[in-house]
């Protein structure tokens, strides 16, 4: 299983902040971008690349397309409004 | 010295400047900036900020943040600390401070550091307002072309 | 709310930083600057400095450098404080605070009038050191080409 | 009489803090530090354009030539150094 965390806005525009996938679904980053947005066309809007500021996978913030595995926890992370 | 810190009670910039002076010793500079939540900036008055961050990757964030500015600028030491969970409007939402030999090392690295943590360190911002109403902020472009400056003005 | 003070006493900007912070009501942001007499400039380390001034000119001359900043950024409350006399090494000489509502305003207005007040606000320094030799400080070129930056990089 | 005040170095590289001289030397700023600068070549020397950073009269910064008279006090500043 692969655990997906939600943060900021999209949590409440998914209505989840957290879920197990199965890992087949992708074998990287991409791929589980595509298998979230192909739910349905409110997922597609709200992970639109606008809306996406950067992924983590196991802590560490990607720049890349990043394997990703059973076991592994992805972090999308909307556009950030600290400070 | 570096210290990064994320905490859910209040901050207090003058508990905080107080060990931070004690610590500058050798540095002929300080600058500290003190974000204050404001209430006033749109129609309905807040009531609180509710800010959520990505524990473990908001300190690392920063650390890169700091450590980037380390490269451009001489400083000794540097604090930041921001506050997350539910934040009262006039509390401190965020506190940075550096101290180094000379002025403008200080005064650079405080604002860069300030610009790339608007726009870099994972936090999440909500406005609630006193009619009860909320909302997410949404990112400013402003913030990511005082980002850029950066790359054109390095020091 | 602006506040110029030249004093004799210690200058304590934790108690000023708290009574600042407190009157800086709807401000966002707020930069302080505190400078430090710095003791090992020198091969001969440094035991004070000795600062003159040129009383109710140099409150002018600080009073028009805040007044310029004022022109160029949009600030509400500034404060700058600035010790003379006998000032021992590790002690506080001088203290700015601005406070605006967005820090970029805090930042630039914070940074320009230290620079002006390092080039055009009649303070003298002379340097007491262990050894008992004692020397007027030379105007530095750096200043000057600090102060010429906002010439150019007016905001 | 006109009263002249000297600051930080000058007043060392003089050895005098003030002093008072007769109105009848000069009518304007200029020919005061003329007149100042003639008495020797050390006066020449200390007063020379890059130890002076500005002239104040009766407690106001000036930018240009200004008459004097007597009573009026000159203040005469060397490049600063605060901060």
């Known amino acids: ?83 | 010295m570096k210290r990064i810190q994320i905490q859910t009670h209040p901050l207090d910039p003058i508990q905080e400047g107080m060990t931070f002076q004690k610590e500058a010793i050798d540095c002929g500079a300080i600058v500290s900036f003190t974000g204050i939540v404001r209430g006033n900036d749109n129609l309905i008055p807040l009531e609180y900020l509710y800010i959520e961050h990505f524990p473990e990757v908001t300190e690392k964030e920063i650390a890169l943040i700091v450590h980037e500015a380390y490269t451009r600028w001489d400083f000794k030491n540097c604090t930041v600390i921001h506050r997350v969970g539910k934040i009262a409007v006039q509390e401190p939402i965020v506190w940075v401070a550096v101290a180094s030999g000379h002025r403008t090392e200080a005064f650079k690295a405080a604002e860069f550091i300030m610009d790339y943590l608007k726009t870099d360190a994972p936090f999440w911002k909500k406005e609630i307002r006193v009619d009860g109403s909320s909302q997410w902020v949404k990112a400013k472009n402003t913030d990511q072309q005082k980002k850029q400056r950066w790359l054109y003005d390095g020091k």
Chains 1, 4 share one sequence.
Request: aromatic share 8%; proline share 4%.
């Open chain 1, 1 to 83: 299983m692969i655990t997906i965390r939600y943060f900021g806005f999209l949590k409440e525009a998914l209505g989840i902040s957290e879920e197990q996938i199965d890992a087949q679904c992708c074998k990287n980053t991409a791929e589980l971008l595509d298998y979230l947005r192909n739910r349905n066309t409110q997922w597609a809007d709200v992970l639109s690349d606008a809306n996406i500021f950067k992924l983590v996978v196991n802590l560490n913030v990607i720049h890349d397309v990043t394997p990703i595995s059973s076991g592994d926890e992805v972090g999308i992370l909307p556009p950030v409004t600290g400070g």
